[in-house]
């Protein structure tokens, strides 16, 4: 609950760095006294003793000495903080990655696209300020005051009092304006955000809002919108640096009391120079770290602010229940392939006969947090082995909420799903993942040549394999078209495929998993007839032998299926094959005529 | 240089802002070295031991350089935070109006949100090019010439030697670290535009990674790259601390210098002690301003790199440009082409090739052919998004040239699978089409699209890209603003693929209700209920291969006959 005690906690094993980097300032702050010595002995000898310019030579000695060491052990002090910042930091990012692959891929969807990423580089960049300058300066201000305190009480008690009085103001105005300067801090990182991605979404949008002929009128709410937020950051701004402003005028006033003070003694003769300039030349270095504090504060409350969105998805992974190399940065060589499940089909001979076993839903329900309708409820339904089951039924009656539990991107609420009478739950999740083979709706392509996105599926295939998935997919004529064929780069850096191109590399994906249970969603909603036939058979050829579940509207495409399964809120309602359900299932019965109206 | 020339222009209308800002800066920075003047004036005048009275023009001057001082940082903040945000704002209209001509055509790479997501990070980090770049140069220069003034009043060689160790500092150090650090700022923007990218690969592409147990492996790709910009940014943080240290160095030495040169005259009485103190107080303050000049050369370096990314795109020519004496559109408005082609740039072989026909007012007709075989490029055509590349395109009777780009879309409804839907409400979505349309007759447009619960939904949030709605429902939502948009010539363009048959079909009766009079276009790969059609355009390899209606075409036993046999192949299989 406690923000700063948190952020201190991601320090863990990086302490040492940032203890000499304390070691290295509080010892700097040691030759500033020296500094100060000398040179105050310096001129004091000039001006009161008007001694001879040989004389002088030790003073400019012991100070030019001084003032060499004071900005080594600054450096040092510098380069140290850095140092262990970059280990928090790596640690924090190798964290943070653990945890989005943790949570999963509903959880990476159900956020705002690019925000995952914007929180894991520009979060943890944000946590820079806090470590590197923030963290070092808060023990450097209670440091640096102190050890010039000691040295300025024996010589100029007066002075060390009136020090001593304002210097704790400092703290206590910091506190005061920094919980009101904290909660806005917050809001202004919301905002910022806000806007940037206000823009970002206005020129995405452009072509649509050209078509809507509203382009150029979107200058005007562009501008409207940079007003809204300069106003809105400006009056969070006038309160923040009121904070910053208190410590300047402790600072610079008790500068001017302690010289008028030290002025009026020496006036009586109660001080001498020497010791006056002493004092005077210290003052500043005093209330310095104070100040820089009040500076760096503000970075600090914005490292502190992006820590928020960094601990919420941190939270969420739990302590990694579901596979411990997953949390934490990884050392050490990849792991290959983790524990290889068998099955018939691939090469081991005592392999469980998994595509001879059929998977059961029993009783299965699931409901979306914050939902109070479940997206399934007690669904009890079989997908027998080695066939095809096709699942129809309107949008919303649960079709992608039950794919998603075979793919175990989630878990059910209540009910078990069995493979061979087995819970898949009792597979190690990543197991589990090898036995299937899955052609979303919206195929994700990397931004890597189109080679790697269909290897990915299967790292050690020869080309052979290769080859004969992308001709299975039906990508051959378009690996032809590409200008460096197969090696061509995808995505932002190079050719972009059509949704229809998509799947069918996610088809040739399947081709090479070779994976005992199939998992389609709606495979043929974008491609064009002519590759549509083509597709069918090379979609039929790797159903052969393997179980398979298909999800979508469109009813030419599960017509052909061994056992159709309609869902409607959440629940099954009808079960069979097309010619029975054309008896029994109202919605699969008007869906079939509406649709094939015109095929007869 | 001339990149930064440009980007100067772009800022130039708040010079009088960063003047305000940059003066305050240099007041606050003179009332501190004020400061610390006065109160060496004061003690060492009091160690003559004076009368009282002699020291109260260091008293007042004390207390009023130490209030001074504070007031005028805090105002030179905000002055300074303003004018950022000021110029930020600047800076995206600038971006905004300079590419709003040049989409979509000259946009084609950036179709990608990441790179644009980029572009938008370019231009928010110019917004320190006033605080960072152009801001402490001036307040040095200021501060130094302040101190050659006061110096100089009592030694001209203490002035000099302290002018050139603020050349030393101003100008030797930046040199020093800017040659240091070389590269390291490009060199950071680059492995975070390659962590981005792999970042996003890695949120987007979350479910595939797991299913192919991909997660290690890229997990350790962005760890490397992740190191990588770590170890750069160790590298200009040592730098960083240098320069500090270098620059403590060089004040620490110009107070030596300049004591050196005082003091002779000390010795020999020529100048007074008093003179002595508050000299060495003032050149230790006056190096204030310098510590963040070696900061604004590297802002530079990075500011300099992303203007030049930034002007790379801005310099494309508009593919379509308003003609000086628009035609207004009026009257019914036929279409009609005539040995139309195009060929996008950078392809060898034509999208459309030689492509005539003629679809009156009020036509019903289908365009079908397989992907990539121009059909959708027509329909930029159309739009005006690209310009004919050879043939006419007539709309109304007249080259569609001579319209207004916008008045001509104002008069066509597209719907296309690519319609974005912003991340606002519901309700601003549709208003898009139809500015001040009451919730009534959004409502009315809703449950025509088949979004019969969405009227109730108005004020809701669509999510950023619409992502709180599902892909059916974007696609609903697209078809109501065209509804709202309520021209002459409707294009659905894909339109209802992801929607499921029954709702299709309601869709559809809606629209055709809405639609007396309109021409509707419709072009489609899945041939399906053809018979509605009056006519039907096959497009093969951007060939038109065949017109007619359904009966014709099948009657033809041609390209259309062909596409509607493989499509129904395996149904009648079956059966």
């Keep these: 609950m406690n923000i700063d005690r948190r952020m201190f906690s991601l320090i863990g094993g990086h302490r040492a760095p940032f203890i000499l980097s304390i070691a290295a300032s509080g010892a700097a702050a040691v030759m500033v006294i020296g500094q100060a010595a000398s040179l105050s002995r310096l001129v004091n000898d000039a001006f009161i003793e008007k001694a001879p310019p040989a004389a002088l030579l030790p003073s400019i000695g012991f100070f030019a000495l001084f003032s060499m060491l004071r900005m080594f052990l600054g450096w040092l002090g510098h380069a140290e903080a850095n140092r262990g910042t970059i280990a928090v930091r790596k640690d924090l990012f190798g964290r943070l990655t653990g945890a989005i692959a943790l949570r999963g891929p509903l959880y990476a969807r159900s956020l705002p696209s690019g925000r995952l990423s914007t929180t894991l580089i520009k979060g943890v960049e944000a946590l820079d300020a806090y470590f590197s300058q923030f963290l070092p300066q808060l023990v450097l201000a209670l440091l640096a005051p102190l050890i010039i305190l000691i040295a300025v009480f024996p010589v100029d008690p007066v002075s060390g009092f009136i020090l001593l009085a304002t210097a704790p103001l400092i703290p206590l105005f910091m506190a005061l304006i920094g919980k009101r300067a904290g909660a806005m801090t917050d809001r202004q990182w919301e905002t910022l955000s806000r806007m940037s991605g206000y823009f970002l979404d206005m020129l995405q949008g452009l072509p649509t809002l050209k078509l809507f002929a509203r382009s150029r009128s979107q200058h005007d709410a562009i501008a409207d919108a940079g007003e809204r937020f300069r106003t809105a950051t400006m009056k969070v701004l006038r309160v923040a640096f009121l904070s910053s402003l208190t410590l300047e005028l402790v600072g610079t006033i008790g500068t001017a009391m302690i010289a008028v003070a030290i002025g009026l003694r020496l006036l009586t003769a109660g001080l001498t120079f020497q010791t006056a300039l002493f004092v005077l030349l210290l003052t500043p270095d005093f209330y310095l770290p104070l100040r820089q504090l009040g500076l760096k504060f503000h970075a600090g409350m914005e490292g502190t602010s992006a820590s928020k969105d960094i601990f919420a998805v941190l939270d969420g992974a739990g302590n990694g229940s579901i596979d411990r190399s997953i949390n934490g940065p990884i050392d050490g060589p990849e792991p290959e392939g983790h524990q290889k499940v068998p099955f018939e089909g691939k090469n081991t001979p005592e392999a469980a006969p998994f595509h001879r076993s059929e998977i059961r839903f029993e009783g299965v329900s699931y409901s979306y947090p914050g939902s109070t309708e479940p997206a399934l409820s007690s669904l009890t339904c079989a997908i027998p082995a080695g066939r095809t089951t096709a699942v129809t039924g309107p949008s919303g009656a649960g079709k992608s909420t039950l794919m998603n539990l075979l793919l175990r991107f989630q878990d059910p609420c209540s009910g078990t799903i069995t493979a061979g009478g087995r819970p898949i739950g009792e597979y190690p999740v990543e197991a589990w993942r090898e036995l299937v083979a899955w052609v979303p709706q919206h195929p994700f392509l990397f931004n890597e040549t189109l080679r790697l996105n269909i290897m990915m599926a299967n790292r050690s295939a020869t080309e052979e394999t290769l080859l004969r998935a992308v001709r299975m997919a039906g990508l051959e004529e378009l690996v032809d078209r590409l200008p460096a064929g197969i090696d061509t780069p995808v995505g932002e850096q190079g050719i972009r495929f059509s949704g229809g191109e998509a799947q069918r590399i996610a088809l040739a994906r399947a081709f090479m998993k070779d994976a005992p249970l199939l998992v389609l969603d709606e495979p043929t909603s974008h491609t064009d007839p002519e590759l549509e036939a083509t597709l069918q058979r090379a979609i039929g050829t790797l159903m052969q032998n393997r179980t398979t579940l298909i999800i979508a509207h469109r009813l030419e495409t599960i017509r052909s299926a061994d056992t159709i399964l309609v869902l409607e809120g959440g629940r099954e309602t009808a079960t069979g094959t097309h010619r029975e359900l054309m008896e029994s299932s109202a919605f699969y019965r008007r869906a079939f005529l509406e649709h094939g109206e015109s095929v007869q | 240089m001339s990149i930064f020339f440009r980007l100067i222009r772009i800022v130039r209308p708040w010079a009088g802002w960063m003047l305000l800002a940059a003066f305050l800066s240099f007041a606050a920075t003179g009332s501190g070295i004020g400061l610390l003047m006065t109160a060496a004036y004061l003690i060492a005048k009091a160690a003559l031991q004076p009368p009282l009275a002699a020291l109260q023009i260091g008293i007042v001057g004390v207390r009023f350089f130490g209030l001074a001082r504070g007031v005028l940082r805090y105002l030179e903040r905000l002055a300074s935070h303003d004018t950022t945000f000021r110029i930020l704002t600047s800076l995206r209209l600038w971006f905004y109006d300079a590419l709003e001509p040049l989409a979509p055509a000259r946009l084609m790479q950036f179709r990608s949100a990441d790179l644009l997501q980029r572009i938008v990070d370019d231009i928010q980090s110019l917004e320190n090019l006033y605080t960072r770049v152009l801001a402490p140069p001036v307040t040095a220069l200021l501060t130094a010439l302040l101190l050659w003034f006061l110096l100089g009043f009592w030694s001209p060689l203490a002035a000099v030697i302290l002018l050139s160790f603020h050349l030393l500092a101003g100008i030797g150090v930046p040199l020093l670290t800017a040659r240091l650090s070389r590269g390291t700022a490009s060199g950071i923007l680059r492995w975070k535009a390659e962590e981005q990218m792999l970042a996003l690969d890695f949120a987007q592409g979350l479910a595939e990674l797991q299913m192919y147990g991909g997660i290690e492996r890229h ?25 500090e240290t270098l620059i403590g160095l060089i004040m620490n030495a110009a107070v030596l210098g300049v004591l050196s040169a005082v003091l002779p005259e000390v010795s020999t009485g020529t100048l007074s002690g008093i003179a002595l103190s508050i000299a060495t107080l003032a050149v230790m303050a006056s190096f204030e301003p310098f510590l963040p000049l070696p900061g604004s050369v590297r802002h530079l370096e990075a500011d300099i790199h992303a203007g030049k990314r930034i002007f790379e795109i801005l310099d494309a020519t508009p593919e379509v440009t308003e003609p000086s004496s628009p035609r207004p559109i009026q009257g019914e408005l036929p279409i009609e082409a005539t040995a139309l082609s195009f060929t996008y740039p950078g392809t060898l072989r034509p999208a459309l090739d030689a492509v005539s026909f003629m679809i009156l007012q009020g036509a019903r007709v289908a365009i079908v052919g397989p992907s990539g075989s121009g059909k959708s490029t027509l329909t930029s055509l159309l739009v005006r998004f690209w310009n004919p ?89 697209a078809i109501a603003r065209a509804i709202l948009q309520d021209a002459p010539v409707v294009i659905l363009d894909e339109a209802t693929a992801s929607l499921d048959a029954p709702t299709e079909q309601e869709v559809l009766r809606r629209i055709e209700e809405a639609s007396e009079g309109k021409t509707i276009i419709t072009i489609t790969h899945r041939l399906q209920e053809m018979e509605r059609f009056g006519s039907i355009l096959v497009l093969k390899d951007g060939r038109l291969a065949e017109t007619g209606t359904h009966t014709e075409l099948m009657r033809k036993q041609g390209v259309y006959h062909a596409m509607w046999n493989s499509q129904h192949q395996s149904i009648d299989g079956q059966q």
């Design chain 2, 219 to 243: 997990r350790k790709r962005l760890e490397h790259a992740e190191s990588e910009k770590l170890a750069l940014e160790r590298k200009s943080a040592l730098v960083d601390g240098m320069q």
């Design chain 2, 389 to 477: 590349g050879s043939g006419t395109l007539r709309i109304g009777r007249h080259p569609i040239e001579e319209y207004s780009p916008e008045a001509l879309r104002r008069h066509i409804a597209l719907v296309s699978q690519r319609t974005y839907v912003f991340a606002e409400t519901i309700r601003e979505n549709l208003l898009l089409a139809r500015p001040g349309a009451t919730d009534h007759e959004l409502g009315k447009a809703l449950r025509a699209a088949g979004l019969n619960h969405f009227p109730t939904r108005l004020g809701e949030f669509a999510g950023q890209h619409g992502m709180q709605l599902s892909g059916g429902e974007r696609q609903r939502l």
